[in-house]
């Protein structure tokens, strides 16, 4: 009996989406009009379409008022998207689920955001005021296959569930470094890993996607079926449709060797050319890999250093450890740890709760570009009126060689012989009556940035889109060639710009 009304629930359900489909696709006839476009634009239609989508989709809507909406909304990385009110928010449970509400969606020319790990430092790139929230946190199925030599990641699952799920069988991916952090928007934008010096981007070892196109069909994309989709899609940060999950290939380990080193402010030259030698390295030593962080924090007005450093190979520190451990440092926590543990360490130093501000910038990896930026963002520092929790922080990672050969994505980031090194920038804040200053002082110091590095012929063109600003354009990075390419295929999948007029939230080809 139970099965039985069961049964009548889900067909039941099943034939309402259909006739929704159907009655939505006639109505997106009328879409091209102009008064209808415009009484789309308006709050209530998008409130109508959230009530029709409840019926649809019966308990998996979620409106201002109920719980999850609010506890969701909390967990966005910053502040401004989190603040962002869409009208409902909706939770897949599979592909079909996101494929029906592509098709409606558009169907009533409803905009839309989608969102994975909800960690993007950019407003509106994965939450929306006026249109719905597609919160793809429930596909976060973790799946060994091919013999335990690959594995299926949902797109809505975080690193540490992701590690979390290999551990028991010895097994690791080629993932991100922390711990909350989205597997979705994470690979579609790149994905800088500990891994990176032997298989590059994350985005490059991937083996397949399933995903939903602007267009609805719904694709397993991989070298051999959709090539193009395939390609276009490592790098593009959902502008080639809705990833649900991604197929990588495991990698035997158990433990890493790695942690954070911190030194005092004097010692920064001796840290850059540790860098520096780190990132040459790389050539005899792939599994070794680190980064520099430095930053200003209001609370302590105190300026803060460290390197993070991880050698994948096994729970033993690498000789390139060495340089940075000679230098005197304040403190250390290197130590033999799992992967998710790593995770999880750079994790905690991530702190919710902030509004934020981010970009990007890609230059040559040598100490005196190093040190003319670091001696830019400390006037620019210096000259900034911080609240009493706010924050600055600026991270120099080296792109090096073997990373950027490895390339199989849109990217143009060259691999020419030398390594490069790829710089983020953050502000992070509390009041929100500061957004204007703080936003424009982010892109002063961007433009202060650019032109000294112009000038010292330093600056080089590649984007990297997870750690984009809004008023950056990853796409501009790459080149006419490959932009002529990504245009043709946009063409094949998104023939009518669905995804501009729909997703306003993110780049477009
Ligand atoms: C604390 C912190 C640590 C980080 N560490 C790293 C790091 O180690 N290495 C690194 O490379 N980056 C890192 N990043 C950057 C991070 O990878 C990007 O911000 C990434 O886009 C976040 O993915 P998400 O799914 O959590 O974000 P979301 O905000 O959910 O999504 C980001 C973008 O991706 C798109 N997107 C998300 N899911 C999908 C999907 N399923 N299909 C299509 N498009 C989708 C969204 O539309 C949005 O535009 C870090 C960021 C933070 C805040």
Redesign the pocket.
């Known amino acids: 009996m139970a099965t039985k009304s069961a049964y009548t629930y889900q067909s039941s359900v099943l034939t309402s989406r259909l006739w929704l489909v159907l009655v939505l696709s006639t109505l997106s006839l009328l879409a091209s009009t102009e008064d209808y476009q415009q009484l789309m634009k308006s709050e209530d239609v998008v409130e109508r379409a959230c009530i029709k989508l409840q019926q649809f989709f019966p308990g998996q809507v979620f409106f201002p008022d109920d719980t999850l909406y609010k506890h969701a909304q909390s967990r ?2 910053s502040t401004q ?1 989190g603040e962002l009110q869409p009208p409902c928010r909706l939770l897949p449970k599979n592909a079909q689920d996101v494929h029906t509400a592509v098709l409606s969606l558009g169907a009533q020319n409803i905009s839309f ?10 407003t509106s ?2 939450n929306i005021a006026d249109g719905v929230a597609i919160d ?1 946190s429930s ?1 976060s199925d973790i799946e060994l296959v091919d013999d335990n030599n690959a594995a299926w990641l949902g ?2 699952a ?1 690193w540490a569930d992701v590690y979390a799920a290999l551990e028991p069988s010895g097994l690791v991916v080629s993932g ?3 711990a ?7 690979v ?6 500990w891994f990176a010096n032997q298989y590059g ?2 985005c490059d070892s991937a083996i397949e996607f399933e ?1 939903i196109t602007p267009d609805a069909q719904h694709l397993h994309v991989n070298v051999d079926d959709h090539k193009d989709l395939f390609w276009a899609l490592k790098g593009s ?2 502008a080639f ?4 999950r991604i197929k990588v290939p495991t990698i035997r380990n158990r433990a890493v060797y790695g942690g954070a080193i911190s030194y005092s402010q004097e010692h920064m030259p001796v840290l850059f050319d540790a860098l520096v030698g780190l990132s040459k390295r790389a050539k005899d030593d792939l599994h070794t890999q680190g980064y520099v962080s430095f930053g200003w924090s209001e609370k302590v007005r105190a300026m803060g250093t460290s390197a993070y450093l991880v050698n994948t190979r096994s729970g033993e520190p690498s000789a390139a450890f060495h340089t940075f451990q000679q230098i005197p440092h304040i403190g250390s926590s290197l130590r033999e740890m799992s992967l998710r543990e790593s995770a999880e360490e ?2 905690k130093s ?1 702190l919710y709760g902030f509004r934020r501000s981010k970009f990007t910038l890609t230059t040559n990896c040598d100490a005196h570009t190093m040190q003319l930026m670091h001696r830019l963002c400390r006037q620019a520092n210096d000259a900034t009126q911080f609240g009493e929790e706010d924050m600055m922080g600026v991270t120099f990672q080296p792109l090096t060689v073997p990373h950027l050969q490895a390339q199989s994505n849109i990217f143009n980031a060259p691999a020419e012989g030398s390594p490069l090194l790829l710089v983020s920038v953050e502000v992070w804040w509390s009041d929100a009556s500061q957004d204007h200053y703080f936003e424009q002082r982010t892109q002063d110091l961007h433009s202060v940035l650019t032109a000294a590095l112009r000038r010292a012929n330093a600056l080089r063109a590649f984007v ?4 984009a600003a809004r008023w950056q354009n990853p796409f501009e990075g790459i080149g006419v060639e490959r932009t002529q390419k990504l245009v043709a295929i946009k063409q094949r999948y998104d023939a009518k710009d669905i995804w501009r007029r729909l ?1 306003p ?2 780049w477009h080809v």
């Open positions: 966005y990385w998207q955001a989608f969102a994975s790990g909800g960690h993007s430092s950019v790139a994965s793809l596909l797109v809505g975080h991100g470094r922390v909350d952090v989205g597997v979705g928007g994470y579609l934008g790149g994905g800088f890993s981007w994350t995903v940060l959902g449709g809705v990833v649900i750079i994790g991530n990297y889109p997870n750690y997703v939230g993110i």
